[in-house]
């Protein structure tokens, strides 16, 4: 019996279209969209993407097959099995540059359709396990304990995991193509002959070699007693390259630890994982790291996760079977590095207390095998820091620092970091280090300064966006998009930009009423102060806008809408990346400098545009609303059909955990 499968049909002859569903369904797979052109092919897909599409190369109806289907499979990953008329040379060798998977020549009939379907899932099905396989075999290798080099046959260097760069005290992207003999320096010359001897050795006999002590010295000049040993890469009878692990001896385990470490085992069934979701303002920690859940759980359903979060609002959110959540006493940030109790009545020094007192315990009742620790190194005020403390002295829990791509102005930061010890932090207490976000938009690592060593632990897996509604169980219905055009308006959470963006927004409705021809959907977040919502209640009163609340998913409001005028904060422009065809920018500008970074920098990528807070008035919004709406480019829908921005983070970080190998 055949398995159902998606299939997206792409043919401008109506005939041919017809004919070619009703073979697809009598076969038993499912049509997720017929279309009769490129525009079309995408709208269907981005409703219901499919997993194989077959596309006539030739589409009179607009837009050229091979581009349509090159868009498709980078963007859902399908099969593409071409249809022509012709199958010449010109017309094959055309088709190859998106790897087709197959051919229809017609007229074709059932059983031709049939065979080249059902070759086309095999393949795909195998380039997918291929493609999975390759990934878990790189993030293995990056999670090793030990540094690893792979070299070519000519002995340069073709792989690196994070802790060689460490070791040797370089930028990975520093090692690679660099000959290995050059890039390991030694103390004394004769280790420099013992390694090379080995190297020919291991490449001419084929055995693996060892050496159980040489000085290697690191960029500074510091020696570092090492041993190493390799392996021959062996195709077809010949040394193609080495497999090179090199183990530092200064970092032998306590025996604490060592005990710990004797048993190893694959992330996955069994693992705990604790995510520490740093939550003094607005939504956007809690919603990032709930992503990051879903995916995680999707990909490994036996995983036991244990949220732990001071948000106010984590139970207006649904959590999937496998996680759970402990709920700090909630605060909310005052000051710079100040917070006072957002509902208790105690002073700060004892809602501190509090929570760092509850999360100590937690760590050692839940004993995790991971800990994922995000935004903050040691939690709100080091709250976090006695809870590492007890982590690294068992010596079993694999340590990752989550953070979003911006963090705040660089030399603040970098000022704030170097005050407090955390360089110091990032490098003694966490194992790995995520960015949430792509090196080509904002390069975080470089930004802040990381010392070669932490930069060589540290990651860009790309933006970290919802997959999926999250509200609870009588609460995930989306809001109904409206018939009419309709501008979007969205401060986040609500925690601060409320009067720069819907209170100009609303003036602006107002003094403009005779030339406005479209409808406000105003999201207001759920930490909005509820004398601010009073009065943008009243001056809505008579205006073509609606005021909504709490929303746990607006996407098909920005999918819909003409324009997004919002703040920029992370999960926000995430949603915007993801749905929105055009947007305005109103950074929050209070505490920090993220929002205002973030939307410059998408500014200057010419994705949005970007007014300050301080300078926006209602003619200046006005216009640029205006001129935004008779834009005819829509900057992007450009974009995610170009796969400028990639906004593939949660799964990319569960492909990353899924290469870890957990102490238990």
């Not at 969209?33 to 995408?42: H, I, Y």
């Not at 990056?142 to 995991?161: E, W």
């Not at 003036?507 to 930490?527: K, N, P, Y």
């Not at 939307?599 to 003619?619: I, K, M, S, W, Y």
Request: charged share 25%.
């Amino acid at each position: 019996m055949t398995t159902a499968r998606k299939v997206l049909i792409v043919e401008d002859e109506l005939i041919v279209q017809l004919h070619l569903r009703r073979i697809v369904e009598e076969i038993g797979h499912h049509i997720c969209g017929a279309a009769a052109s490129a525009e079309q092919a995408l709208q269907f897909a981005e409703k219901d993407p499919p997993e194989l599409v077959l596309m006539d190369i030739q589409l009179a109806a607009g837009g050229d097959g091979v581009e349509t289907a090159r868009l498709l499979r980078e963007r859902f990953d399908c099969a593409v099995v071409f249809i022509t008329a012709n199958a010449d040379t010109a017309t094959v060798e055309r088709s190859e540059i998106v790897g087709a998977a197959g051919y229809l020549v017609k007229p074709f009939t059932k059983p031709g359709v049939r065979a080249a379907i059902a070759t086309a899932f095999v393949g795909h099905d195998r380039l997918q396990q291929a493609q999975q396989r390759e990934r878990s075999f790189a993030s293995v290798l990056a999670s090793l304990g030990d540094a690893l080099l792979v070299t070519d046959s000519q002995l340069r260097i073709s792989f690196a995991n994070p802790r060689a760069g460490e070791l040797i005290g370089r930028p990975l992207s520093q090692l690679y193509d660099e000959p290995i003999n050059e890039v390991l320096e030694f103390a004394a010359s004769s280790d420099s002959r013992a390694l090379a001897d080995a190297f020919e050795r291991c490449e001419s006999q084929r055995e693996p070699e060892s050496i159980s002590r040489l000085e290697l010295l690191d960029s500074n000049g510091d020696e570092h007693p090492i041993s190493i040993h390799m392996e021959a890469v062996v195709e077809q009878g010949r040394a193609m390259g080495l497999v090179v692990s090199i183990h530092d001896l200064t970092r032998e385990p306590s025996p604490a630890s060592s005990a710990a470490s004797d048993s190893l085992a694959p992330f996955g069934a069994g693992t705990r994982l604790l995510v520490y979701s740093h939550d003094t303002l607005g939504l956007g920690h809690l919603q990032r790291s709930l992503n990051l859940i879903r995916a995680l759980l999707e990909r490994h359903p036996a995983l036991s996760i244990l949220l732990v979060t001071g948000s106010p609002m984590v139970h207006r959110y649904a959590m999937p079977q496998g996680a759970d959540y402990l709920k700090l006493p909630s605060v909310r940030k005052v000051g710079s590095d100040r917070y006072e109790a957002r509902s208790l009545s105690v002073p700060e020094s004892g809602i501190h207390t509090l929570r760092r007192n509850l999360l100590l315990r937690t760590v050692r009742d839940y004993d995790p095998n991971v800990l994922l620790v995000d935004h903050s190194p040691t939690g709100m005020l080091g709250e976090l820091r006695p809870s590492l403390d007890w982590l690294q002295s068992q010596g079993h829990c694999t340590r990752i620092l989550g953070l979003r791509d911006i963090i705040d102005d660089p030399d603040d930061v970098v000022a704030q970091w170097e005050e407090q010890g955390v360089y110091d932090v990032l490098r003694e207490l966490y194992d790995q280090i995520v960015v949430y976000g792509s090196r080509e938009i904002y390069d975080t690592v470089a930004s802040y300064r990381f010392p070669a060593d932490l930069a060589s632990k540290a990651q860009f897996v790309n933006y970290v966006c919802a997959q999926q509604t999250s509200g609870r169980m009588d609460d995930n219905a989306e809001v109904a998009a409206p018939a009419e055009p309709s501008v979007v308006v969205s401060i986040g959470g609500g925690d601060g930009g409320a009067d720069a963006v819907i209170g100009s927004f609303l003036t602006m409705i107002e003094r403009f009423s005779s030339q406005v021809d479209f409808h406000g959907e105003i999201l207001t977040g759920a930490f909005i102060d509820p004398d601010q919502l009073e009065r943008f209640q009243a001056q809505a009163r008579d205006l073509p806008v609606t005021i909504h609340g709490f929303v746990p998913s607006a996407r098909d409001l920005i999918r819909r809408a003409d324009l997004v005028v919002s703040t920029a904060g992370y999960n926000t422009c995430a949603d915007l990346l993801s749905y929105a065809r055009r947007a305005i920018l109103i950074p929050r500008v209070m505490h920090r400098q993220e929002q205002l970074i973030r939307a410059r920098r998408l500014a200057e990528l010419g994705l949005v545009d970007c007014l300050h807070p301080d300078e926006v008035t209602p003619a200046l919004l006005f216009n640029t609303i205006r001129a935004a709406r008779s834009d005819a480019r829509e900057p992007l829908s450009e974009a995610r059909a170009a796969g400028t921005v990639a906004l593939d983070g949660a799964e990319r970080f569960a492909d990353f955990c899924a290469g870890l190998q957990i102490r238990q």
